[in-house]
Structure formats: structure tokens, C-alpha cells
């Protein structure tokens, strides 16, 4: 543990490279198995378009619930894909290898969640404006949809790889993982959501956008060294 | 004091023995206040002019609501120090602690709800402090799902001091964020602030009350911090020598 801390304090020139090292390998990774990323996409595009199925197609109640619907799929969406994070890595033993390097694993693993929300969250923010056409959103709060959803998703990458890296090796993963994750997003649900909501009332979504951003900026601090601290510990 | 004899405390086999001549000091004296404040409660406080007398599950609900929020400070802050010092007492505290936590966190729900009927005619309302209570018995759920998951206990202690560090950092995000929602969807029509001024004895039996509380918990976490050394020294020659051991 001490030679750990030791290391990683030693070469602040060896983050950024630790950060492009795990991003361009998780990269190549995920885009060796593309099937599986549209897989994930196609997740989200059905749980949206069950909503309506469920309730209502009245256009009125499905601009109200449409930024709540179109956020709670992306929780379960991140939610789905976060085992992929380090579990794989954790099971043929590379994982083990990653911390060993010379590289700060928290760098290292920054890179790893950077991967992570480019090869889910980004497509799900991308794709969000076309599913909120569905919602009876509209002009403005399209825009503000993705941009609230481009700062909010890499938050759930963020949070959600503490809780990935904990529940490693687990019987219970899955499950557990949700019981540990999700009251966590519950900020990051409120305020993205809260944005379209704001731009529907006539508020303006300045005051959601900047907290989001903020919230981004603090996760981005403070998350890699709380995964890492919990990927030690599962190592161990 | 030096720092050598706080360390001495630290110690599950020192701890034992101090833990199990206070727990019948703090049992007795939250006995003592909760019939206090029950008499108090029940009564001698006034009957309140606009809610009659269901305002009365104040003095229970009151104080777990309390001891929710702040036994989830102090299990974050055991964890901290077991992180810090990696002390094994600590972790072993908060283990201890997060049941009581939960329960608390229950009875403050349940309490809350039962009192929400009478007086604003639902027993659920998406109000700030419900909606973060709730939120924070998920919490509270995921250390001690975490704690079961993990078979290790060395590894346990460390992966849900990890957790309650990030939980409590977040927790007051969390009602900041669900009370802005809130003032966001619905007004303030179910506010409990703007409630008229509470008469002293009130506000003395709901302190009471909270002090009753507040030593149940220690008095239980104790309790259970004695179980859990028990439990996981049962090997070591300390768990061997003592007589409660020996005479089984």
C-alpha cells in the first residue's frame, strides 16, 4: 500500500499518458466487439419507446414526462454497461497487471471511464434529440436535452466506476451494484432532467446546466482516486 | 494524552471490556429519558390547536429523523478514521453502526408517513425531507448489502469505507438537489417550517427524547461492536481468557 501511494505520487508527467494509454486500449477493445456498443444503444432506444406503450401517447403528458423518461433509460443504460468497466479485465488477471504499472492507476483508470462514456454515454446523448422528437420535445429543449445529457452522462461514468470497481468479483454484482449506484445518480436525474423541464416552464436552463457541470468537474476530481482506492482494495 | 494511548483504545481487546461497562450506563439512561419524554409527550405537552393531538408522533419522529442523518455522519467519520489509521476498531464501529442507522432511518419514514395522514391527508409526499430520507435509507441498504456481499471481512471493511466516504459527500447534495426539485414541481404547499412556534415543553420532550435516542444508539452500537470483536478475534488468545468464554 505504501509503495502503491508512493508511486503514484511520483511522476505527475506520467498522467496524461496513463490516460491515453487505458483510453486507447479500452477504445480498440470496444470497438473490436461493436456489436455489443449498438446492443446497449438499442437497450435505450426500446426502454424509451415503452413509456408511451405504458401510459399515454397524449402529446401533452408526454412532454412532461419525456426528459424524465429519456433520463431514467440513460441510468439504467449506464447502470447496464458499467460491469463492463473492469470486470473482464478483472477476471483474466489484467487488471492486476494495470495496477502494477508504472503509470498512476488513477490516470489509468480516468482513461478507462473517458472509454467507458465515449462508447456509451456519448451515443446515448447523441441519440437522445431523435427519441425526444417522440416526446413532443421540442426547438430549445432538444438542444438543451443532449447538452444536459453530454455533462450529466460522463458523471454516471464517473460515480458508477466507484461502484463497479467495489462490486468486482461479487456473486451478487449485478443487483448490488444497482443498490449502490443509483441513489448516488440521483442528483446527476434531477438536475439533467430539470434543465428541459426548466426551458419547458420558461426558466431557462442555465442555473441546471452550470450545477451539471459542476458536478462533472467535482466527479472528474475526485472519482478516479475513489475507483482506485477500490479496485486496491478488490485486488488485494 | 499521547498518541500511544489513544492507540491503546483502539484495541478490540482493550475496547471489550470498556464497551461492556458502559453499555449498561447509556442503556439505562436512554430508558430513563425515552420514559421522561413519553410522560412529557403524552401528558403534559399541550394538545396543538390546529392539528390536535396526532402532532404527537413528533416526539419520536423527531428524533430518529435526527439520528438518521447524523449516525450516517458518524459511521462516515469511523470509516475515515479506519482509512486513515487503518485502526480495526474503527471499521468494526461502523459496521456497528449502520443497522441502527437503517432503523432509525425506517422509524422516520414509517413515523413520518403515519403523521403525514392526519395532517396533510397522504401518507406520501414527494416533500424534500421524505424524498432524501428515503434516499438515504438506500444508503444505508447498500453499505450493508456491500458489508454481506463481501466474505473477506478485511476486504468489507475497506470496500464500504469507501462507500460511506462517497455516500456522505453525497448526501448533502442530495437534499440540496431534492429540495430545489421540489420548489421546482410544487410549491411549498406541505411546508413544515412555516408551523407555528412550538411551546417549551414541546420542544423540551422532543429534546429529551432526542438525548433518548441518542444513547440507545451508543448503547446498541456497543452492543454490537462486542459481538462483532467476539466474532471476528475468536481466534486470538484475548477472546480465549475471557470469562464469559471460558465458562461456556
Not at chain 2, 466474532?231 to 461456556?248: I, P, T
Amino acid at each position: 500500500m505504501a509503495t502503491a501511494s508512493v508511486s503514484s505520487s511520483l511522476d505527475a508527467g506520467a498522467v496524461l499518458p496513463g490516460v491515453r494509454w487505458a483510453l486507447v486500449r479500452d477504445l480498440k477493445l470496444a470497438f473490436r466487439s461493436r456489436a455489443e456498443l449498438g446492443v446497449q444503444l438499442m437497450f435505450y432506444v426500446i426502454v424509451v419507446s415503452l413509456f408511451p406503450l405504458a401510459t399515454t401517447p397524449e402529446r401533452n403528458l408526454l412532454a412532461t414526462m419525456g426528459p424524465g423518461v429519456l433520463w431514467v433509460a440513460a441510468l439504467l443504460a449506464s447502470l447496464l454497461s458499467l460491469p463492463r468497466l473492469f470486470a473482464a479485465d478483472f477476471a483474466d488477471g489484467t487488471l492486476e497487471q494495470i495496477a502494477l504499472s508504472p503509470y498512476p492507476l488513477p490516470a489509468l483508470i480516468s482513461g478507462k471511464i473517458l472509454a467507458h462514456w465515449l462508447t456509451t454515454g456519448l451515443p446515448v446523448a447523441l441519440m437522445a434529440p431523435l427519441l425526444g422528437l417522440q416526446y413532443a420535445v421540442e426547438g430549445e429543449g432538444l438542444v438543451i436535452l443532449m447538452l444536459a445529457l453530454l455533462l450529466g452522462t460522463p458523471i454516471l461514468s464517473l460515480l458508477g466506476a466507484i461502484g463497479a470497481a467495489l462490486t468486482l468479483g461479487l456473486r451478487s454484482g449485478g443487483s448490488l451494484l444497482a443498490l449502490l449506484i443509483l441513489p448516488l445518480y440521483v442528483p446527476v436525474l434531477i438536475f439533467g432532467a430539470g434543465a428541459v423541464d426548466a426551458v419547458r416552464a420558461g426558466l431557462g436552463s442555465a442555473a441546471n446546466v452550470s450545477l451539471l457541470g459542476a458536478g462533472l468537474l467535482i466527479a472528474a476530481v475526485g472519482a478516479p482516486f475513489a475507483a482506485a482506492a477500490a479496485v486496491r482494495i478488490a485486488l488485494d | 494524552m499521547t498518541s500511544s494511548s489513544w492507540y491503546r483504545y483502539s484495541s478490540p481487546a482493550t475496547f471489550y471490556p470498556i464497551a461492556g461497562r458502559l453499555i449498561p450506563w447509556f442503556g439505562w439512561a436512554a430508558a430513563v429519558m425515552a420514559a421522561i419524554g413519553t410522560w412529557i409527550g403524552l401528558a403534559i405537552a399541550p394538545t396543538d390547536f390546529q392539528q390536535g393531538d396526532a402532532y404527537r408522533i413528533i416526539f419520536i419522529h423527531v428524533a430518529s429523523a435526527w439520528m438518521s442523518m447524523f449516525m450516517y455522519v458518524v459511521m462516515a467519520a469511523w470509516s475515515a478514521l479506519f482509512l486513515g489509521f487503518n485502526t480495526r476498531l474503527s471499521a468494526m464501529m461502523a459496521q456497528a453502526m449502520a443497522p441502527t442507522g437503517a432503523l432509525m432511518t425506517l422509524i422516520a419514514l414509517v413515523t413520518g408517513s403515519l403523521w403525514g395522514k392526519p395532517t396533510w391527508g397522504t401518507y406520501w409526499a414527494w416533500d424534500a425531507r421524505m424524498t432524501s430520507e428515503l434516499i438515504l435509507l438506500f444508503l444505508y441498504m447498500g453499505v450493508i448489502a456491500l458489508r454481506n456481499a463481501i466474505d473477506d471481512p478485511r476486504r468489507a471493511d475497506r470496500a464500504c469505507a469507501v462507500l460511506s466516504l462517497v455516500g456522505v459527500i453525497n448526501v448533502p447534495i442530495i437534499y440540496y438537489s431534492v429540495k430545489w426539485w421540489n420548489t421546482l414541481h410544487q410549491g411549498s404547499s406541505v411546508s413544515l417550517t412555516a408551523a407555528p412556534k412550538m411551546a417549551m415543553t414541546m420542544l423540551t420532550g422532543m429534546l429529551i427524547m432526542a438525548l433518548a435516542a441518542w444513547f440507545y444508539a451508543i448503547a446498541v452500537a456497543l452492543y454490537r461492536v462486542r459481538v462483532i470483536m467476539l466474532e471476528r478475534e475468536r481466534g486470538s488468545a484475548w477472546v480465549g481468557e475471557l470469562q464469559e468464554v471460558k465458562s461456556r
